[in-house]
């Protein structure tokens, strides 16, 4: 079936209803009866076909502008009907009314996603909109700020301000408008069930008005189903959650399903990585056969084990699945299905709702299917091999097992440690937001990370993160974003969304940064992990500092690029800074670029005394220091790499946690380098400094720092028990 749309009649009928300011207008059902109605309206006047068959007016010519008389309006009515595309289109009428006075034309819109819910775009330009494609999204229901914040966003935002001597317009009027639509209590979000697609293009922002000249509803298509949870839900928050999800991230009795008396196969691997780990409870090998399995007595089924399961791990043939986790009520509490073979095929589909049905029948947490495990530190739970047994402040929640492997092993040679890391695979039962939850309120968290390929329900996500009180910083790394983008766009916001609006919506409205690549990733977790945020001001000015001209002026570029700040210094910095007697070579304007034989002046330690007066004179918000160890290499018998790292830690100590310290350690990949790299990382990550491979890299990371501190600064003002209703109009019923 179909979606319908709403004629332009209806449409402006229901934005009236919510207080959006609509023309005067009357249908004429002919030409006939214009006569005798448009006494009731002011000229100029406009007429537009309407029609079930005509979605878009103008490229079809229904639509006529300045007229004066009925005369006039007859005549535009009769010469559209001469027109073929419209003489073949069933007539609803022709809507007459009144001619908005020219103003700023600007274009509300939004999309009904099946993940998110409604999303509200903003744009300037009316028929230019297409063009510049400068529009901004917003997960309704928006705020005031949220309003705001998308007239900001845009590109076109000065016009709005008198740009070069034009008309200053007011945006008060524009943020009442945006939120009658989307805010809560309005249109959008009052009828999400039925609207697919609305585009109101244009809006004239006039002196004292902002009238909606067109509007176009797309109704969605009754047998649509609903793929999210209602707007406002969120999920577990009748239960601790972090008692709730205590067994599977420190279990005492772990049993494995699937490991082999014979051979050695991937449950076998998990048993012996368990042992490895350290893991001191009780781990029970289901066989149906075997007595013993690596060493562990066997026992033929789950139900058999002489104690409850906290966390089962399930690498048996889907099929034989379900019989094995047909259990009493409480007897096991986790199960990660590590085996694929469900959502693949028809059979596995039905085989997977089972399965589903048989858990909660039992009451059993389902993890996966298709996923690789559960690694928690502290409670000694692993699965990939040598990873970190010391417990980190990073909870990551990850939808593909063999990345996470890499988030876990390439981390740990970059210093990550994790407070856990859950894989979910397709996530039938678990999904992403009960364990992003489960961070938040996880006491060892204290920044979260997330692979995402189908989040599974946005909705939940969002209202989340919008009212959760335990906020924290989070990075999403997404998966098949590209794929995503909407197929049946019947209105102009439609073709203009790409798929990506929801997620960068959510990265804008709450504690969230996005990253495209596995090192960005890690990156930014690095740096979470080791700066603690600002609270009064987010970064922005940042010294440079470290040896080679040519990567300084580099890195002075990617910083800029990055929305930083590195200004050269007062003339008083300079001098103080000069005053210590430099060998040639050295500029301390900012970036300061030290050469080798500076920094190994007083075996390094010169460069406490250039930090000092960087600090009390210059007061950045944070200091990045690049290191190229291959030009340390045969540069005399000093090497002060060692004594730079002992200066650092200590300035990092004595000036406190708001000025932010990051490092570069540059290689030329030799086996040498590398290796000795690898040792400062670990004195590095001893000290909490975070450490990167390139310049760029810090200039990244920081740039994420500072637009989560600037996210954390707004969301902690605003009040958390309703953070919908803060500013928010009263919108009419």
């Known amino acids: 079936m179909q979606s319908t749309f709403l004629n332009e009649k209806e449409g402006k009928s229901l934005l009236s209803k919510f207080g959006v300011d609509v023309p005067k207008s009357f249908i004429a059902d002919s030409v006939e009866c214009v006569s005798r109605k448009i006494g009731s309206l002011t000229a100029p006047f406009v007429v537009k076909v309407v029609s079930e068959d005509i979605l878009h007016k103008s490229d079809a010519g229904g639509v006529a502008i300045n007229l004066n008389t009925a005369f006039e309006v007859v005549e535009a009515i009769r010469r559209m009907q001469a027109i073929p595309v419209i003489a073949a289109a069933r007539i609803d009428g022709w809507l007459v009314e009144e001619m908005i006075p020219s103003g700023m034309e600007v274009a509300i819109g939004g999309f009904y996603d099946r993940q998110f819910g409604p999303i509200l775009m903003l744009g300037l330009g009316g028929i230019y909109i297409e063009l510049l494609k400068d529009i901004t999204f917003r997960i309704c229901p928006i705020t005031e700020q949220d309003a705001w914040e998308m007239i900001d966003s845009l590109q076109t935002r000065k016009l709005l301000d008198g740009f070069r001597g034009g008309t200053v317009y007011d945006k008060q009027l524009l943020v009442q408008g945006l939120l009658k639509i989307g805010g809560k209590g309005g249109l959008f979000m009052t009828h999400q069930n039925m609207i697919s697609e609305l585009d109101i293009n244009p809006l004239i922002l006039t002196g004292s008005r902002l009238v909606a000249v067109d509007a176009r509803i797309i109704q969605k298509n009754p047998n649509e189903t609903r793929e999210m949870s209602p707007v406002g839900s969120v999920a577990g928050t009748d239960v601790d959650v972090v008692k709730k999800f205590k067994p599977l991230f420190f279990p005492k009795n772990v049993a494995v399903l699937g490991a082999s008396a014979k051979d050695v196969i991937i449950a076998n691997t998990f048993i012996r990585r368990l042992k ?54 409480g007897k096991c509490k986790f199960i990660q299905i590590i085996s694929s073979g469900f959502a693949e095929t028809e059979q596995g589909w039905q085989q997977q709702e089972q399965l589903l049905r048989v858990a909660r029948r039992s009451k059993i947490r389902l993890l996966g299917p298709n996923c690789l495990g559960t690694y928690s530190p502290v409670g000694k739970l692993t699965f990939p091999k040598d990873a ?23 981390g740990q040679w970059r210093g990550l440690r994790f407070s856990g890391l859950v894989t979910i695979g397709n996530s039938i039962d678990v999904k992403p937001v009960e364990l992003l939850e489960y961070f938040l309120s996880d006491p060892a968290t204290n920044a979260i990370g997330l692979y995402i390929e189908d989040i599974k329900d946005g909705r939940a996500v969002f209202d989340l993160l919008r009212n959760t009180r335990d906020l924290k910083p989070i990075v999403i790394l997404r998966g098949g974003a590209t794929r995503q983008g909407r197929l049946a766009a019947q209105s102009h916001t439609g073709a203009l969304a790409s798929g990506d609006e929801a997620w960068v919506a959510l990265s804008e409205q709450t504690v969230v940064e996005l990253v495209d690549t596995v090192d960005e990733f890690i990156n930014a977790l690095l740096a979470l992990q080791f700066l603690q945020l600002r609270t009064m001001a987010p970064t922005h000015k940042v010294v440079l500092f470290g040896n080679g001209g040519g990567s300084s002026v580099l890195g002075a570029d990617c910083f800029a690029r990055s929305g930083l700040d590195v200004s050269p210094f007062a003339l008083e910095t300079i001098t103080k800074l000069e005053e210590i007697g ?146 928010l109009l009263s919108i009419p019923a």
């Open 388 to 410: 970190p047994t010391d417990g980190g402040t990073i909870g990551v929640v990850s939808q593909s097992g063999g990345l996470s492997t890499d988030i876990i092993k390439r």
């Open 276 to 329: 490895e780990f350290g893991f001191s409870g009780n781990i029970y090998p289901i066989h149906p056969k075997a007595e013993e399995i690596e060493g562990l007595k066997a026992y033929p089924s789950l139900s058999s084990a002489p104690n409850d399961i906290d966390y089962a791990y399930v690498a048996i043939s889907a099929e034989r699945i379900l019989q094995s986790i047909d259990l009493p009520s």
């Open 582 to 727: 430099f060998p040639p070579g050295t500029s301390v304007i900012n970036p300061i670029d030290t050469p080798v034989r500076t920094l190994q002046e007083k075996e390094g330690f010169i460069a406490k005394e250039i930090l000092d007066i960087v600090y009390d004179e210059a007061k950045p918000d944070a200091v990045a220091m690049h290191l190229n160890l291959a030009a340390f290499s045969g540069r005399g018998t000093s090497n002060p790499l060692q004594n730079l790292i002992d200066i650092i830690t200590q300035t990092k100590r004595v000036r406190g946690a708001d000025t932010h310290f990051v490092l570069a350690l540059r290689s030329d990949r030799s086996e040498e380098l590398d290796a000795l790299r690898r040792e400062y990382i670990e004195l590095a990550r001893i000290a909490g400094i975070p450490v990167y491979d390139e310049i760029v890299d810090m200039a990244k990371a920081l740039r994420i720092v500072s637009n989560l501190e600037r996210k954390m600064i707004l969301h902690s003002s605003q009040v958390w028990a309703d953070p919908q209703d803060v500013g």
